[in-house]
């Protein structure tokens, strides 16, 4: 089994920046691919960013290129979500996910293909 526990999240203006955390705990030899989603009220879970394990390969939505960078350390587990530039439109609950198996980056976007989930970190963005 393996644990992923986010943290970072916060009230911020728009423009200002965040940096999410999350730090895996348990089997971590295990994972694999770690992503980012998040969640508005109303709205589905949604893909956001994701990075293979060896961190060579990484993808965005289109909503986040430019202002989003996902990077991980492996030495401690945890995989970080630079925001740059926030909008209101980015205020969500945003959960950090992890695979075992390896798969290409085009299935990245997949929520299907992550077998553990964090709790989620509130990030808000005021206007």
């Known amino acids: 089994q393996v644990q992923l526990v986010e943290s970072g999240g916060g009230l911020v203006q728009a423009g200002g920046s965040l940096r999410l955390s999350c730090a895996a705990s348990?089997?971590?030899?295990?994972?694999?691919?770690m992503g980012w989603f998040r969640q508005a009220p109303g709205k589905e879970r949604e893909f956001v960013a994701a990075?293979?394990?060896?961190?060579?390969?990484?993808v965005y939505a289109n909503s986040v290129k430019g202002r989003f960078t996902i990077s991980r350390d492996n030495a401690k587990n945890t995989v970080y979500l630079q925001m740059n530039s926030l909008k209101p439109e980015d205020t969500a609950l945003y959960y950090c996910?992890?695979?075992?198996?390896?798969?290409?980056?085009?299935?990245?976007?997949?929520?299907?293909?992550?077998?553990?989930w964090g709790q989620g970190t509130q990030v808000t963005v005021s206007s």
């Open positions: 348990g089997r971590t030899s295990s994972v694999n691919t």
């Open positions: 990075i293979s394990r060896s961190g060579g390969s990484t």
């Open positions: 996910a992890a695979t075992v198996e390896s798969y290409s980056s085009i299935s990245y976007h997949r929520r299907d293909i992550y077998d553990y």
